[in-house]
Structures are given as structure tokens and as C-alpha cells.
């Protein structure tokens, strides 16, 4: 069953339930596997859920520290929706049904005052670390005695791999198993070879022969790698690092004579990376037996899948040493999840006009196959590890906190009974991250190796990094210093672990040639001193911005310094300890980033002049952990429950006095 544009657009939730049931999304499977089931899912009501708000991350929660750390606009950005590209919504104050992300915590009510609002932070494992601790001593559980090392050394993929039913050519399994929609790539066929090309010796597993290649592995399974620059998320310092793969349906792999043809297909491949990353030269449509299909702009085709496996983190794991990994850029052997994504209808940005996120609506998820609806044209697929470390698929809760970065606008007109929930940032390409940020040319085409990684030698702290720091092509400056200069942290939760904090106070003094020595944060923070907290991080903003200047943060071959982009040995096992903490007790619906204790941006140090009660009119002490923030309880008014704290990125404040709102970011590389 095909379905034309138009036909999508008078789709309502109800009708489009019975069409993903009857028409497998209005793509059909490849291969000439037996019957398939149809894909059957629920509506559900996030109210039923253990986190009923987990489509905002535990990252938007955050204190700015007076404005001096937006790490907001790396989401909530007009820049992406400006250029017309993808399915984004402007999110920094040009779309009034949006509102600006970047000044205030306008966190939305869902079914206010019913359900409890979402101003009051829900993230308990990010805020109240120590309940983990105490939940597993309940257990008889000792992760002290856990032996890290040996864990992430472990494979849990291949396991997982081999439940999958079906044909490996088919982006459905086709049978009501738990692994159905699991991606088919074996761990077995990788890494992949230099081209990024995923190549097989099991002729089951492979599309095509590619006799170029004589190591045993000729098959081409169409998957190829994408190697990228990463966000301040999911980076060695985070404790969690990715591979992302894609694979196009069958029809971009053929030549115009419906012959398989690699030249073509890389030709394809290049097209969709150049038409994401905003690069096309006048192209419309793709090559090959693939001619028919009109290039969309912003978008993937039809059929689109993504791979993305997210690894522990191994700092002896460059590619080098397959006993410790086969994977490259600090990338464990063992996996914290698999996430797979496929484009399964179209959707179409410029027929919404002022589009709005629609966060009340119930998601459409299956309960027991861990798939999830987007909202915006996607399937999103995800395995968690169980409490043995097996991988499990994820519950409809869990599924939402992917849709929460993965989907996009929705059309106001489909608002009502039958509306499908999206959430969504304001910077993704068609709901993706990793492929507008790939490296370019043959850098971009092979294992994510995180900037060209390699182990530490003879006893060195830190490995290395080779790849030349990538410069942000709206901004000009190379993309980590962009990042340093505005978040001044090392994450998206702004927070700065004592390694960096010990490298750039060696780094950073008065006798150095700097305005003044690198402030101390903790005793601040000890001291519960808002205004000292207030003032050292306005020095530290200031200074971070020299210190980048001159090019500190870079080798002299251009490359990041190490120290501030992965942990050392010690902090990394501790680091994938504590989120082993999270998977023996399956809180994963409270959070997965676990920190030593709350970090200071989710504790209260507001001045007099900035202050904010509790919502019942509490006044919060210096040094408390922020659990919620006040909300408009005016019953007549269109913002009642809405939260309306200012975030104190200021967007009236100039960069030259310290300001730091930023409206126009575009992940975009040069």
C-alpha cells in the first residue's frame, strides 16, 4: 500500500494506526522472507508512566550559573528552522507557540493540575544518586566489589543479535518477538573495512558481492559507518560512546540497469549526507535505479535505517587490540544499548506554518517489541541491558526519553483526539543527530573512532587524539572551543570533572599571562555561597573564553588536548560503575547519567535578585538540591501550569558584557 503526500496529511491518529498495522508504515519489507505480521502497537497515556515526563531530558533541568553555561542552544535553537531543513521547530523566541527555551524552564503542562506538572524534576537518579546505593545495599549488592574492567570487556551484542527473526536483508523480523525490529548488523561483520562499507563472509547477511575485497568478507550488507563530531553528550567524559550506521533500501544500492552496484550506491550515500548537511549543487532526485525518487530537502528517503550501538567506555580500546575491543575511540566491547531508527512515512515541514510540539498526546509505542512512533515519520527501535547485562527491549517509558531528542514538529491542524505525540529539539535534521555532523570526505566513512583516538602508551595519563578539531561552518571557530566558550563544561549538564578543573588550573594563571588565576568552584559551592558561586563562574566564563583564544585547548597538529576530552582510568571505571548501579536496579526511567553527588547546577545558588520559591511558596536554602520550580497556577490564563522561571541566559545582554544567549546555532560543520 503506497500512499501519496496528500493521503498522509488527512491522517489522524485512528486512521493511522490502521494504516501502520495494515501497510507495515507504507514501506514494504525487503527480501522474500515468509508473511509478516503487521506491526501493532498502542495508544498510551504517559500518565500510566513511572516518569511521566520523560521527553524532557534530565539535562534541561540544569542551572545556567547566572547565564554563564548555556548548554541550551546545543537543542533549543531557531538556526536549523531558519534554513528550512529537516522538521524542526524554532525554539529561541521565533515560534510563539514554542516560546524561547534558552530564557526560561517553560516546561509544559500535560494534563494540568491531573498529572503532576513538570516543572517538578523527575530525574531522581541524577538529583538523589545515593538512592541507588541504597537500594542496591537493601539487595546485598556491593559495587565496590564489582569488577569494572572485566564487565565492559564483555560482549552482550551477539546474544541479542542472534533473537532476531527474519531475513538480515529486512529492516522487519516480520515475527511477534521482543527482537523484531533489532537492527541487522552482526557484530560479527565489524568493524567496519576502510571504506565504512560493513562487509560480510556469510553470504545470509550480505546484499550484494563485492569481490574488491579478498579478506573472506565480500558481501556487502549495505550498512557503512559514520564517523562524526559529537556533542557534549554521549563523549568519553560522559562515560558513553557511539557507532552510528545507515543503510538505504535496495533500490539506491542498483545501477539505472537494476544492477547492485557500489559506485552508485556511494553516490546515493553521498547525496543524503550532502542534502542533511545543507551541500547540494542543484541535485534533485538520487541516481541509479533510485533516479524516480525526488530528493526532499532536509530529509532522508523513504526507507532510511540507523544502527547506533552506545558503548561503555574502554580507554584502552582504539581498534588496535581486538581481545579488548574490536571498536575504535574508547568504544567497550559491551554495549549499554542498541538503538536502531527507520524512516517509514514522509512528512513534510512546509505545510505546518507555526507548528507546535505535541507533548499531551498518548505515544504510540509497542509494549513488548521496544518500538516507538516518532510523531514526524520515524521508527525508533531500543534494547537496554537487563539486570544480568543482556539486552532487553525497552519499555514505552523508556522509549519516550528517545522520541525526546528524535521526532520534530506536528501540524496544528492534527491536534485533537486523534494527535500523535511528538516532542523533539530545534536542531536534529529529520530528527537525526550524528550524519549533519559527519566528517567530511573519507574521514566521515568509517568507524566513529572519536576524533582519532588512540590508547595511552608508556604509561601515559591519556591517549591521544589525531583528527584536526572541526570548525562550525555558521560560526567560524573550531566546534569543541564554540562549545567550551558557552557551556564552560565539559557536558550538556555543565558540569566540570576534577581532572579538567586539575588540568586548567595548571593551565590558566596570572604568571601564564591571563587576567587571573583559574577560580576554584568547589568551595564556593561547600561554602553554600551563592554570590561566590556567582563570581567564580563569571571568571571562569571569562577566562575559558582566553584560554581558548590563544588555542590552548589544541595540540599543535590542531587536535583537542586530551585532558579536557576523556577521563582518566580511574574516573572512567568509576563513572561506568555508577551506571551499572542504574542497570542492576533498572531505574532507567530516573535517569542514566549518575554522578559521585548532585553536581552544583542542580542545586540552589540564586542571588537575592534572581531568587524562585518551591512550588507551595517554600524558600529554597543556599546549596539545595532543585527539585521543582514554581508554575502559573492562574486558572484563566493560557499559561496555567506552565513553569515560568527565567534561566538567567539573559537574550538582551550583549557577548561583549558577558551575555550568552545564542539564537541561531546550527550544528552544521564546515
Known sequence: MALQKNQWQLLGGAALSAVLAGALFGVQAQGSGPARLPLRGDFISRATFPNQHAHIPAQCYAETSFGTQNACQYCHTNGVAQLDLGNNNPQAGDNPNI??????YAFGAYDYPRVQNPSVNPWDNVLHPEVLQQLLSAEGQRPAGWDMQAYIRQDNWRAAYAQRPGPAQDWDGGSDSPYRLFPSLSPDDLPAQADGYVRSAAQTRGVFRDDQFHNGHSWVTGWRA????????FTPQTGSV???????????MK????????????????????????????ETAYVGAASGIQIVRGQYPLGTEFAHPLHYVDLQADGSDKTISPFPGTRAHRVK????????????????????KEESAPVYASRSQGWIDNGVGWLLGGWIEDKTGNLRAQTPSELTQCAACHSGNVRQSDIGQNSTFTSGTGNTIDSTWAMPRQLSGAAGWHEMDYLGYKAPKNGAAFGTLSTPEPVNRGKNVGEYRYFLDHVVGVSLFGNMPASVDHFLNAQITEKGGYSADWPALDTEVKGKNPAGVKAAQQLRQKLMREFTARGAYLNPDGAVRSELFVPTQPDALETARRYRSVVATQRYDFGKDIFPET???????RTPDTAFTHQNGQAYQPGEVITDRPVDETPRNLTYGLGLTPTLIDPEKPATQGGNFVPDYVPLLK
Do not use: C
Open 226 to 233: 559514520i564517523n562524526f563530531m559529537p556533542y557534549g553528550i
Open 255 to 282: 545501477d539505472a540497469a537494476g544492477r547492485f552496484d557500489l559506485a552508485t550506491y556511494s553516490r546515493n550515500l553521498d547525496l543524503v549526507q550532502r542534502n542533511v548537511q545543507d551541500r547540494l549543487s542543484g
Open 599 to 605: 553536581p552544583f547546577t542542580y542545586r540552589y545558588f
Open 99 to 104: 516560546g524561547n527555551l534558552q530564557a526560561e
Open 337 to 356: 544499548e542498541i538503538r536502531w531508527m527507520y524512516k517509514s512515512r514522509e512528512w513534510h515541514p512546509d505545510e505546518f506554518g507555526l507548528a507546535i
Open 242 to 252: 557511539s557507532g552510528v550506521y545507515i543503510r538505504l533500501p535496495q533500490p539506491f
